[in-house]
């Protein structure tokens, strides 16, 4: 029989040991090593039963054991000193609180899923773990975060495998109370809540559960509440799982609902109120209309005025390479759902213009929510070098005036919780030979002053454990597949904890080419079985429910690994999640990735490899490309001659095949070869002679510059100070004197707008330059402009110049501003400057106008520019 209801009583405990409550109750356990072992030694089977889930645990141990415990002196006294710990971490001074009073009192960062530990299942991939990792780097870095989400009733889905390889999906519903949370409640013991009308008179509302995730609150709301519909109480049922207008409440309620559960946090907990927002992708694009509605309501700002204020302290990070990845909605969906007053004194109008895609190639019918994004941001990011580039082509047509390379969006390279994502093992390391643990940012450079045998020997134990993960994993995969124990004693003996591993886990959507490694199957069979050099690869990603190609890629794929032939050197591990990453990172000495250039944003599980030793063999996207050394790794070379899609999918193949076979393998076994260990429990210990000096020397390379490089410390220090000071300052500036300057900055603006199409250059001239120029010499520019009934202070003039090539466009710019010289009257004047000619070969130069504004933060913000 089944229940009709179900819910976890939580545990009380005795009082000596009533600090295991607090203990389990901050996610910070989820990284912080010491704080897992506490529970592991206290019932060591029950927390294997668990799955390493102290609220869980607490629930499973029983009233007479706890007794047992509390009356334990050595369990009590390890328990406090667990609990000041963690009392000191949450108190005392971090990085931040050294920058001084600029520094932001407080910063919202809004997201569609936070992936922190697997206890909480709110991510389905990359974004959600970059999310997690924000807020654990934050806390670790005591920066006054405060993360909102949604708490999703099933999560993202579980994934299995029917027998035919097909993948399953299944979506178990999680209660809130079996869960590292705490409902937000009034004073009078009452769920906080916050609402939104919706169409047909209905009203949307929703409970706030709180996650601390260390130092950092993590609000998550949550629609399955008394008072809702049954359709509203379906909105937060599981993350990506519909479209239309189940997506856009998903997002409504992210964005402006979650600027209420910020005002309720605020107003319950007395915190200060956030000075910058952070918009992480463009699902939680409409908190700037609910900013804008809360300016207008309360400050008595128009449009324009609201807009300008809002703009000044948010931050938009776009992490989409491609336009179809980005959420685009219909303009009467919008308007429907606005119309019903979810956003009072705001015009409807002026919201549909923000997300309008009012550019060349665009659908004058779709409201795009990453343009919204960005049109409601005055600071933008990519999230890798390249990844800006992309991104500033991609939304060029919202600056169509401007280079690609102008557009003002900027690039901070993500990176990885190093405690979260680093093996034990690893961190033992760091704590003995690194001057610190991963905790306290070790001196990764000391790394080469330990043995190479030591660092064989631990990649070895590595290795080794994620083999016996691997056996446990599969057979269950089979069982769950319809096979029979009598069937699966070969499980036993999958893989070879002596074998160069490589690893391949990621979402599967076709564009990471999950199946690349397939394209010659005779040629990757020879590979794994190779007598003197063989690999074996570990695989995993889940493809997303509606991706039938994705799906089949897997099918595909699984279809290999079941060839009896090869079944014990490559294996495909459904459910791809954080508990299987532990071992997954650390025990790959290759990580892989092959996506189609440059359709990857940043891609970190590269990054988690590298913190543990691992080298990249890596299509030069994403991270890799600003990265890659040519000693950390290799570069898969890509296809750029044009090849059709067939062509350039067999011939970066027939690369990787390549460098597997004549690099990365050789290297590995260096000069011993490959010695058949028949299953062998653990690693062998080669003498010195045996050692692969080469690639131990790459492995130590990696951990010494890419151990810093790629920390979401360092991460979030970019954050800081390229992006969320700034904003703080611009969001101060704008709100100071009753709005004073957010009033005179939207009464500039819209008198510069007016007056733009009469501005024009109308003639430039130079003097200084001979007949046989040379370096140094100087060229004095006369620019004479008619300004349209702008003054000189409303504008920047500026001559650009570089080197021009055959089509006199200009490369390696820079600029120079020009002068104001002369009121030559009707609203013209000359500007004059000098231009230092700093570069042999063929020079050139040109002349342009921009709007220029103490509030601007880039000169290309407005999108408006007059060019000679």
């Known amino acids: 029989m089944k229940a009709i209801r179900r819910f976890t009583v939580r545990t009380v405990l005795p009082e000596p040991i009533a600090p295991l409550a607090q203990l389990a109750g901050n996610l910070r356990w989820s ?39 509390a009356a334990d002196p050595e369990v009590v006294s390890r328990v406090e000193v667990a609990a000041a ?69 099933a999560g993202y889905f579980k994934q299995s495998l029917s027998r035919d390889a097909w993948q399953q999906e299944t979506y178990p519903v999680l209660d809130p109370d079996g869960l590292p949370l705490t409902l ?206 992309v991104s500033r082509e991609m939304f060029s047509g919202l600056w169509p005036d401007f280079d690609h390379s102008e557009v003002p969006i900027s690039s901070v390279t993500n990176g990885v919780h190093v405690p979260t994502w680093v093996d034990p093992k690893i961190s033992a390391l760091a704590v003995e030979h690194f001057g610190g643990s991963v905790l306290d940012q070790p001196d990764w450079s000391k790394v080469y002053e330990i043995s190479d045998q030591d660092v064989w020997l631990l990649r070895g134990e590595l ?10 994993r599969l057979r269950a995969s089979w069982k769950k597949r319809g096979a029979a124990d009598a069937e699966l004693a070969w499980t036993d003996a999958v893989l070879d904890p002596e074998v160069l591993t490589i690893g391949f886990a990621r979402r599967v959507p076709t564009y990471k080419r999950l199946t690349l490694m397939l394209r010659d199957p005779a040629r990757l069979k020879a590979l794994l079985l190779n007598e ?22 897997i099918q595909d794929l699984v279809r290999f690994t079941d060839d009896p032939e090869v079944r014990h050197r490559i294996v495909f591990l459904p459910n791809y999640d954080i508990a299987m990453a532990r071992t997954l990172f650390p025990g790959c000495d290759v990580w892989l990735n092959n996506p189609l250039r440059p359709l990857e944003a940043c891609g970190t599980s590269g990054m988690k490899s590298a913190i543990n030793g691992g080298l990249n063999l890596s299509v030069l996207d994403g991270w890799w490309d600003e990265m890659y050394d040519g000693e950390n790794g290799w570069a898969i070379p890509t296809a750029n001659n044009g090849a059709s899609a067939e062509e350039r999918d067999d011939i970066e193949a027939s690369a990787l095949y390549e460098l597997l076979e004549t690099q990365v393998a ?156 002369e009121d030559l009257g009707d609203g013209r004047y000359l500007f004059t400057g000098d231009v230092v000619i700093d570069r042999s070969g063929s020079f050139g130069y040109t002349v342009r106008v921009l709007p220029e504004h103490p509030a601007l933060a880039n000169p290309a913000e407005l999108g408006l520019i007059v060019s000679a």
């Open 31 to 69: 990284w912080h090593l010491p704080t897992r072992e506490l529970f592991s030694s206290l019932n060591p089977e029950i927390w294997a039963e668990s799955s390493a889930d102290p609220v869980k645990f607490l629930g499973s141990v029983t009233r007479e054991q706890l007794q047992q415990l």
């Open 85 to 153: 710990d963690l009392r000191r971490y949450l108190e005392e001074p971090r990085w931040y609180q050294g920058l001084g009073a600029e520094a932001p009192k407080s910063i919202a960062y809004f997201s569609p899923e936070f992936g922190i530990t697997e206890v909480l299942p709110q991510y389905s991939g990359g974004l959600g773990i970059l999310a997690g990792d924000h807020l654990k780097a934050s806390s670790d870095l005591g920066i006054p975060l405060v993360g909102v989400g949604l708490l999703y009733q």
């Open 184 to 389: 937000l409640r009034e004073p009078d013991g009452s769920p906080a809540q916050i609402s939104l009308p919706l169409p047909d008179g209905r009203e949307l509302h929703a409970w706030i559960w709180r996650a601390d995730v260390g130092r950092v609150p993590l609000l998550l709301l949550d629609s399955n509440v008394p008072g809702n519909d049954d359709a509203a109480r379906l909105i937060t049922d599981r993350l990506y799982g519909g479209g239309g207008d189940h997506r856009l409440q998903q997002e409504l309620l992210l964005g402006m609902g979650g600027v209420k559960a910020l005002r309720v946090h605020q107003r319950l907990t007395g915190g200060p109120a956030p000075e910058v927002f952070h918009t992480n992708e463009g699902h939680a694009g409409f908190l700037g209309i609910e900013r804008i509605r809360e300016l207008i309501e309360s400050k008595g700002l128009d449009w324009d005025e609201a807009l300008a204020a809002g703009r000044a302290s948010t931050v938009f990070t776009t992490h989409t390479p491609v336009p179809a990845g980005i959420d685009r909605f219909q303009k009467t969906q919008i308007q429907q759902f606005f119309d019903a007053g979810l956003a009072p004194g705001v015009p409807t109008e002026k919201i549909l213009e923000l997300g309008s895609e009012s550019y060349d190639g665009g659908d004058s019918a779709v409201f795009n929510m990453a343009v919204m994004g960005l049109r409601l941001a005055q600071r933008a990011n990519g999230v890798a070098k390249l990844h800006g580039v």
């Open 463 to 472: 290795r080794a454990a994620l083999v016996d993960d691997v056996r446990r």
């Open 532 to 553: 003197q050099h063989p690999i074996q690869l570990v695989i995993a990603g889940k493809s997303h429910p509606a991706d039938d190609a994705g799906k089949k890629m």
């Open 666 to 821: 050789p290297k590995f076994y260096g000069s011993a070869g490959f010695a058949e260990s028949a299953g062998a429990a653990g690693p062998s210990i080669p003498t010195e002679s045996e050692l692969p000096t080469h690639w131990i020397s790459m492995i130590k390379h990696t951990l010494a510059t890419l151990g810093p490089a790629v920390s979401a410390e360092r991460m979030l220090a970019d954050y800081v100070n390229g992006l969320y000071q700034p904003a703080a300052i611009a969001g101060r500036a704008a709100a100071a004197d009753d709005f004073r300057q957010a009033r005179e900055f939207a009464r500039w603006r819209n008198r510069v707008l007016q007056a733009w199409p009469a501005v024009t250059v109308e003639h430039v001239d130079s003097e200084g330059v001979t007949e046989d120029p040379q370096i140094g010499d100087s060229l004095a520019i006369r620019a004479y402009l008619n300004l349209g009934g702008l003054a000189p202070a409303d504008v920047r003039v500026e001559v650009a110049y570089g080197r021009a090539l055959d089509s006199d466009e200009l490369s390696e710019t820079a600029s120079a501003a020009l002068g104001a010289a």
